[in-house]
């Protein structure tokens, strides 16, 4: 059962060494603990998952067998509610339910494995995975960098100032998020990853690219990676000047804050953080949360104190999805609980057009009415997140609002980053449309046949 009754104050002055606030620390939680995994083969070793119907465990391995899943005991044993299964937000995250299969999509699949054909189980997951858009927005086709012509693998170069790096080392994750949009990268298929070995190309990359000036390490989840190799791809980029931000995309605060507490290496971990402040660099681990129930174990907000105090910025981030935070007061709630523990809530995104969105997307129309509803609910000082924000092929594009222009009923939107950073935070319209949950679901307003950067983007892409 998860705790909910215990809040660590967080007083300390993030400016102040590791060192200096050890005596801060909450030492019950320094004693090392195994790390225990379940993927698709061990479904029927997860002890709660026995009080389920077999009809239910059918479905689940079903859905298992075309999405990644990757669950550890941390996860089953402190951050679900049983009890409340299976309307509990984090078992929603982590566990596969029949209806993230379309019903075409879950019979296929499900009639191969009844039949025991190991051949037809195979072709029919395939299948399937290919009418999941392994890879929106133009990942694999627009966003990896060419040198003299030939791709460099492991990197993405979007926006102007902006590079994601994805360390081969890092291409797992403690637990895996059931509405993950980069589920392509987990399932086996070299084809579809994104991943390097080489830690030489990103700086070389960088050094011929002067308008970069920050770094994203992200995966999969760096922080799975030993602080050895993780420090092998940080160091170079301190000696950059050009790099002003490093930024480290993870989830393992939720999924094992046991990662930055007592892991063997944890330690280590935190005195890089400190390595990369006093180098002059500002260090931001881009934290995912995606309800406020994560943040409610004592050791989750163990971790969060101790990555403070080495300097670094915890910046939160999390989709709008159905079955897990598709309201405003848990918004508001996590959001509230961030500030509490110095995080600084970041984006709300919309789910993206890959994977199982079908199930957890939510019409933009009703995201941008949770995202105000949640946002009258707090003080300014929370209103720090950006969104309802889609990460689509020609940028990130945030609704701002619903209104009624000229007697038409709008949206309102703007970018907030482009492809072509001219377009950033370039206002402009589209017809208001109820049902619609993405971008291309919308058309220009006004009468105008094309939105402003269409023809602009068509030249890029051609």
């Known amino acids: 059962m998860p705790e909910t009754n215990t809040v660590i104050p967080l007083h300390q002055d993030i400016q102040e060494s590791t060192a200096t606030l050890a005596h801060t620390f909450d030492h019950a939680y320094d004693e090392p603990r195994r790390f225990k995994v379940y993927t698709a083969r061990q479904l029927d070793k997860i002890e709660p998952l026995q009080r389920l119907d077999d009809e ?18 941390y996860v089953i044993n402190e951050l679900i509610n049983w009890d409340n299964v299976p309307n509990d937000p984090i078992y929603q995250l982590t566990f596969p339910q029949k209806g993230m299969l379309a019903p075409e999509h879950f019979d296929k699949v499900a009639d191969a494995m009844r039949g025991g054909d190991k051949t037809a189980i195979k072709t029919a997951i395939a299948e399937v995975r290919e009418a999941l858009n392994p890879h929106p927005a133009g990942q694999m086709e627009h966003n990896i960098p060419e040198v003299d012509g030939e791709k460099i693998e492991g990197i993405q170069h979007k926006y102007n100032e902006t590079v994601l790096f994805f360390p081969s080392q890092g291409q797992v994750c403690h637990s895996y998020c059931t509405f993950c949009f980069r589920w392509a990268q987990f399932i086996g298929d070299n084809d579809l990853k994104i991943a390097t070995k080489e830690a030489g190309q990103l700086k070389k990359y960088i050094q011929a690219h002067p308008e970069i000036s920050d770094v994203l390490i992200t995966g999969g989840d ?19 000047e050009q790099i002003r931000t490093i930024r480290i995309g993870s989830k393992a605060l939720t999924f094992w804050p046991q990662r930055v507490v007592s892991d063997a290496d944890a330690k280590d971990l935190l005195h890089l953080f ?12 881009m934290a995912h949360y995606n309800h406020w129930q994560e943040l409610q174990t004592n050791i989750a907000r163990e971790a969060v104190k101790r990555v403070r105090a080495t300097g670094a910025v915890i ?15 848990d918004w508001a709630r996590l959001w509230q609980t961030q500030v509490e523990l110095g995080i600084i809530p970041y984006y709300m995104f919309v789910e993206r057009d890959t994977g199982a969105r079908h199930y957890f997307e939510v019409p933009l129309a009703k ?4 995202y105000r509803d949640a946002m009258k609910q707090v003080s300014g000082i929370a209103r720090t997140a950006r969104g309802p924000s889609m990460s689509s092929h020609p940028g990130k594009v945030e609704i701002q609002g619903v209104t009624e222009i000229n007697g038409e009923k709008v949206f309102a939107l703007r970018f907030i980053q482009g492809r072509n950073h001219d377009w950033v935070q370039r206002p402009f319209f589209a017809k208001y449309n109820e049902e619609a949950t993405w971008l291309n679901h919308l058309e220009p ?15 890029m892409e051609s």
């Not at 239910?56 to 005991?73: G, I, K, S």
């Not at 760096?222 to 050895?228: E, G, H, N, Y």
């Not at 400190?274 to 681990?285: D, F, P, R």
């Not at 995201?367 to 949770?370: H, R, V």
């Open 56 to 73: 239910t465990r059918f479905a689940m391995d079903v859905v298992a067998n075309v999405l990644p899943f990757r669950v550890n005991e």
């Open 222 to 240: 760096p922080l799975v990676m030993k602080t050895k190799n993780l420090r092998a791809h940080i160091e170079p980029l301190l000696e950059l």
């Open 274 to 285: 400190e390595e990369v402040i006093a180098s002059g660099k500002h260090l931001a681990l």
């Open 315 to 329: 910046r939160a981030q999390g989709p709008l999805l159905a079955h897990i935070n598709d309201n405003a007061d």
């Open 367 to 370: 995201a941008w009415n949770i």
């Open 445 to 459: 307003a006004f009468g105008e046949e094309k939105f402003f950067f269409e023809d602009e983007l068509a030249e």
